[in-house]
């Protein structure tokens, strides 16, 4: 028998189903797998027990003959920014160290409840500021790829769902989740060549979701295929009472629905997303990426995105002012860190445990959404931004007139080394680039992988679809992957 | 009859107006709190009712109570407010311990009610006062200082009730209008059932805004003195708080615009610590809130439900012939309003049970220290009483007698005439024997009668109605004592 | 607009985080770098623009007024640094 590391979400699901082994065995050797990859850092917390209890209730159900349930056997890993009821939750933060919350977010729920199992909790950028997970209290994740050129740089995973990709490309579960708030799930995916999807914003739960960004912030799966990505979504979204920004509409089926024709699609081409300095390899990865869009049946059309442009420090100041009131909960009263100097009254307290338990990008944004919102600049920064916000959205409408789907780059460059843009923020928003746009407008969007570059490191092309069209943007995720036949995988080597 | 208040503060400098604006906050009536599950009852023990979302767990997200909405909408029809279709829900940041969040849920930039107005009455006067807007926003939760020598505790209990909070127009020039708008806002609150009124409990205090001027020039700065809970205290904040900035700047000070502690013991307010940056509250759009949008069915539903409110009950009353002062009184507080509707309904005489209700029920419920609620007689027990004196069965002072053993044991006035023989007579035979004998028996006084001395009549009433044991009907023995005293 | 370390230290003393003059001197051309670049914003005509409000179409729903939650103090006070009588524990507040 094959390692039953190698295999996907489909492939686990489906031998569970047939006999070709048990849910045990495969909890078992990813269980083994996580805690052979302690170098990588991907996981805050594991939890094995929990990943083998799943298992053991699909094995009882399928001897006892009943219906297994649509993910009987799989084992998963979970964000740590996901509630998880007596299991430490922290956002990576030494804030929210030791924080066991006494709740289930409904995203992790519906997941359990399709029958997942946890293998604990995944590394990320602390309250998922970052794009390449160096903001975690809980040390760098590490990709398992490294470059072609003998050398031994650690490589960025990708941010802030880092651990997640990490994870996944380095076969320590077959998918997890992930969140996006501008790109923190596709652009993970990008830099180690596995797919994931930011579905509509509203399609998924953010009750149990530690904030960031609440008008951003969307839930989604990542996994090593488009199909992965399709079952995982299925049982992450729905409608929830307790979100009053969740839509309330059914759950297509997503994997049932999966098609990869694009006949009679138009794939729009953005002109703006052509920015200067992109690497060569990127472009000729576009390129590709439009024939074989074409291959599939597609019309390709040329569109314009005429705000792009401002898309990013739009974000830049949205983002952080929702973020600077979202984090103001943490203040050391109720949960969490507290720091108490000696003879501190309540304010002090305050700014004391604040400054100890948040990390240095979490202060830049919290100061940055602060200024923002304070008086005699909120209509420079914050008004002006939402307006744009608004311009941005409607760019993509025109779109929408001339074509079905936008067909991008993911990220501007392949994944940098650790330490390489941590010096320089700006340097480090930039990453998020081509993921924001479709962040700010709500849009379902996904990454698959396209194909490496010279230094041997995996690239992903961006989908992005209309409102509440996932299926679209599975199936165009779909075309992509099958005539791009990703299969490398990183060399184990920790 | 509108007039310009007269009252004035006497400075070494001349005269001084003051001019008054109330924020009420006003705890609105619900079981549920504004953007969570928990429940709202008061005097719970500490922190019991608090859900995940009160306590801002991360990750826990508001969903607003639709009756919350509902019962401001409400209490802006009931002011003649504009009720905008379109609000949102705004954060106001500030850090506090009594505030989970970090972040008050409020509306600033568009409440879901704008401008309304009273009308108050002063001294016979009526005026009318601004409203500038209602919102709906989070109360916060409460700290207790003197539980431990070093730490205050926080109870979550109160944080999440939903508030209404009720701008005033700086449209109020004495203690006696503050004193009136709250009484009304009082009275119309708990009309519409959108707030208990009990300020004792908290369900309604008063920031009180309070500058001084001289009359005709502007506005000048204001201090804002915080949660005042009684109308009596309020009253006071705006005398003391005038006097106090006339005080300061007859001496060469200014007042500074500043958030004052009222301390009923002293009768004084003093300053709350100032906090440098306290004031930038970084108000922006809540982004866990979409859009409040009402349509036409919701507001046709609360416009439906509103009841009959002081003033026009205050001109039905008037025009079924109760006196304005009575008018008044009845429709002060609404349960007085309802019983008397109730004792209308039962068949009863405007102006005969007004008067009934004001001088016998009042007098009564006083002297046993009960509130019309617990009234031992029902309006339809009160109606027969009087229908009984309306039609000539009970006197005066029958009914008197008869409306004290329905006090007692809470029998029907019909059977209490019936068991105890109390019913009036008019039996003119009866009568006139018996004015024939009061006649014969004080000899020296009919003569003085007849000699000029009317003045005796009251004498010969008293006498023959004694002698029939209170129970002749007064108008029978009226006219036929004056026949037999003209002989 | 561009910041100098004393606003720095007033925005975090607004944000409630600590800071020293030193990290406050540092933040400054790390802040300033940002804001210039967002500053860009300004170029973009928004005056046919409103600000956004909902990114995907969609109506607050309101909730039943009925009680779902409460009773739950041990939840409430399960995670807290300081609770005594049922109460969360802060430093003395002098009001
Ligand atoms: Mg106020
Ligand atoms: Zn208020």
Redesign the pocket.
């Known amino acids: 028998m094959a390692d039953v590391t190698d295999l996907g979400v489909r492939e686990i699901r489906d031998g569970v189903r047939d006999g070709s082994f048990s849910a045990i065995e495969v909890a078992e050797a990813f269980t083994a797998r996580v805690a052979a990859a302690k170098q990588l850092n991907a996981f805050i917390v594991e939890t094995p027990d929990h990943a083998l209890a799943a298992a053991r209730e699909a094995d009882r159900a399928k001897a006892a003959g009943e219906e297994l349930k649509p993910l009987a056997g799989v084992p998963i890993g979970m964000k740590d920014l996901f509630c998880t009821k007596g299991v430490q939750t922290t956002a990576a933060s030494h804030m929210l160290e030791g924080f066991v919350p006494e709740y289930e977010s409904t995203v992790s729920q519906k997941l359990w409840d399709a029958g997942a199992g946890m293998l604990g909790k995944l590394n990320l950028d602390q309250f998922a500021m970052g794009s390449s997970n160096e903001t975690s209290y809980f040390g760098n994740v590490l990709s398992p790829w490294r470059r072609n050129d003998g050398g031994n740089a650690p490589l960025a995973p990708g941010g802030s769902s880092g651990g997640s990709s990490s994870a996944i490309a380095a076969r320590l579960c077959p998918a997890a989740t992930g969140t996006d708030t501008g790109g923190s799930i596709r652009q993970p995916a990008a830099f180690t060549g596995i797919s994931g999807i930011k579905p509509t914003y509203g399609r998924c739960s953010r009750w149990g979701v530690v904030a960031f960004a609440s008008s951003l912030d969307q839930a989604g799966p990542m996994a090593r295929d488009v199909t992965d990505c399709a079952i995982m979504l299925e049982a992450m979204a729905g409608f929830d009472a307790k979100d009053a920004t969740s839509l309330k509409l059914d759950v297509p089926h997503w994997e049932k629905g999966l098609n990869p024709s694009l006949a009679g699609k138009r794939i729009g081409i953005p002109r703006e997303y052509r920015v200067d300095g992109m690497p060569e390899e990127i472009e000729a990865l576009w390129a590709q990426g439009i024939e074989w869009a074409k291959d599939a049946g597609a019309e390709i059309v040329e569109v314009s995105l005429p705000h792009t442009k401002y898309a990013l420090p739009a974000y830049y100041i949205i983002a952080p002012a929702e973020a600077s009131s979202n984090l103001a909960r943490y203040d050391g009263v109720r949960y969490g860190l507290r720091d108490l100097p000696e003879g501190a009254n309540l304010q002090a307290m305050y700014a004391a445990t604040r400054a100890a338990g948040f990390g240095d990008e979490v202060k830049r944004r919290i100061l940055i959404g602060t200024y923002v919102l304070s008086a005699g600049f909120y209509d420079a920064y914050f008004t002006q931004a939402s307006k744009v916000r608004t311009l941005i959205a409607r760019d993509f409408e025109n779109a929408w007139e001339n074509c079905d789907l936008l067909l991008t780059p993911t990220a501007p460059s392949s994944a940098f080394a650790l330490g390489e843009k941590s010096a320089d923020p700006l340097a480090m928003y930039l990453n998020d680039v081509f993921t924001v746009p479709s962040s700010l407008a709500g849009l379902p969007a996904m990454s698959v992988p396209g194909g490496l570059d010279k230094a041997g490191l995996p690239l992903g092309l961006q989908i992005i679809g209309k409102p509440l069209d996932e299926q679209g943007v599975l199936n165009a995720g779909l075309a992509l992957e099958q005539r791009a036949g990703f299969v490398a995988r990183a060399d184990q080597w920790w | 009859m509108m007039t310009e208040s007269t009252y004035r503060i006497q400075g070494q400098t001349g005269e001084w107006e003051v001019v008054i604006g109330l ?1 009420v ?1 006003a705890q609105v009536t619900s079981n549920s709190k504004l953007f969570s599950g928990a429940p709202t009852a008061f005097g719970a023990e500490p922190n019991t009712q608090v859900s995940l979302v009160d306590a801002a767990m991360p990750g826990m997200l508001p969903v607003p109570n639709r009756e919350c909405i509902r019962q401001a909408v409400r209490t802006g029809m009931a002011i003649d407010a504009h009720i905008n279709k379109w609000s949102r829900f705004d954060r106001k940041n500030y850090f506090y311990a009594d505030l989970p969040q970090g972040y008050q849920i ?1 509306q600033l930039y568009h409440p879901l009610v704008g401008e309304g107005q009273l009308e108050v009455e002063v001294d016979g006067n009526t005026k009318t006062v601004g409203v500038e807007r209602i919102h709906v ?1 989070q109360d916060a939760g409460k700290l207790m200082h003197d539980q431990h020598p070093t730490m205050s505790y926080v109870d979550l209990n109160r944080s999440g009730v939903a ?1 209404m ?1 009720i701008v005033s127009r700086p449209d109020m020039r004495s203690p006696a209008e503050a004193g009136a708008y709250l009484t009304k806002l009082r009275s119309i609150l708990r009309y519409v059932g959108s707030c208990d009124g009990n300020m004792d409990q908290g369900s309604m205090r008063a920031d009180v805004n309070v500058s001084v001027r001289k009359p005709g020039d502007e506005f000048g700065t204001r201090t804002e003195t915080k949660n005042v809970n009684s109308v009596r205290f309020v009253m006071a904040v705006v005398e003391q708080e005038a006097l106090r900035q006339v005080e300061v700047i007859e001496g060469g000070g200014t007042i500074v615009q500043e958030t004052r502690l009222y301390d009923p013991d002293k009768n004084t307010t003093r300053s709350m610590r100032s906090k440098e940056d306290a004031q930038d509250y970084r108000y922006f759009p809540d982004p866990d809130l979409l859009p409040l949008e009402l349509d036409d069915a919701f507001l046709d539903e609360c416009r439906a439900s509103l009841p009959e409110l002081p003033d026009a009950k205050r001109a039905r009353y008037e025009a079924a012939g109760v006196t304005p002062y009575n008018a008044g009184v009845l429709t002060a507080e609404v349960e007085t309003a309802r019983w008397f509707d109730a004792l209308l309904d039962a068949g009863a005489d405007g102006k005969q049970a007004s008067n009934w209700v004001a001088s016998e029920l009042f007098g009564a419920l006083n002297r046993l220290d009960k509130d019309i609620a617990q009234s031992p007689v029902s309006p339809t027990q009160a109606a027969e009483l009087l229908a009984l004196v309306a039609d000539g069965t009970l006197s005066g002072s029958l009914a008197k007698q008869v409306f004290e053993v329905m006090l007692e044991t809470g029998e029907d006035p019909a059977k209490i005439v019936e068991d105890r023989g109390l019913k009036q007579t008019s039996d003119t035979g009866a009568i006139e024997a018996v004015i024939a004998e009061v006649l014969a028996k004080n000899p020296n006084q009919l003569e003085q009668y007849r000699g000029g001395k009317e003045a005796l009549f009251g004498f010969f009433v008293g006498q023959t109605m004694k002698a029939m044991g209170g129970k002749a009907n007064p108008g029978v023995v009226n006219d036929l004592l004056k026949k037999a005293l003209a002989g | 607009m561009s910041v100098d370390a004393a606003t720095v230290k007033k925005v975090a003393s607004l944000a409630r985080i600590a800071i020293t003059d030193d990290d406050a001197e540092r933040m400054v051309p790390e802040l300033n770098n940002i804001l210039g670049w967002i500053e860009q914003l300004g170029e973009v005509d928004t005056s046919a623009a409103a600000p956004m409000t909902a990114v995907i179409p969609n109506h607050l729903r309101l909730r039943d007024d009925v009680v779902t939650d409460g009773g739950v103090r041990d939840k409430v006070l399960a995670n807290a640094p300081a609770a005594e009588h049922g109460f969360f524990g802060v430093p003395k507040v002098i009001e």
Do not use: G, P, T
């Open positions: 924020e906050h409020s926003e508030l909070e």
